[in-house]
Nanobody, 119 residues
């Protein structure tokens, strides 16, 4: 079955960096657009970034543009998110999610990894 497993979250000071990973299994990873979505406590989900198959086009939310970099390693079925210059407002649960068949649909999600930015 389709599985997405995030890792790499933790506690970091403002201005610091983290690298998140998402290990995929149960589907042909290299043929799907994969997304990062985050959710802060008490708020709705916020789309963060996406990357097309074969390391193609990437997209970022304005709130993270220039600070975050999405990448993928298809040989390892793994998605990454390099996060630099982290700020407290970047705190939240970070999920990877697979594009579904319909536009805007995310059909499978991981369980999330917690990122906390605090001094």
């Amino acid at each position: 079955q389709v599985q997405l497993l995030e890792s790499g979250g933790g506690l970091v000071q403002p201005g610091g960096s983290l690298r998140l990973s998402c290990a995929a299994s149960g589907f042909t990873f290299s043929t799907y657009t994969i997304n990062w979505v985050r959710q802060a406590p008490g708020k709705g989900p916020e789309w963060v970034s996406a990357i097309r198959p074969a390391g193609g086009a990437t997209w970022y939310a304005d709130s993270v543009k220039g600070r975050f970099t999405i990448s993928r390693e298809d040989a390892k079925n793994t998605l990454y998110l390099q996060m630099n210059s982290l700020q407290p407002e970047d705190s939240g649960l970070y999920y990877c999610a697979r594009d579904g068949k319909s536009a805007g649909e995310l059909d499978y999600w991981g369980q999330g990894t917690q990122v906390t930015v605090s001094s």
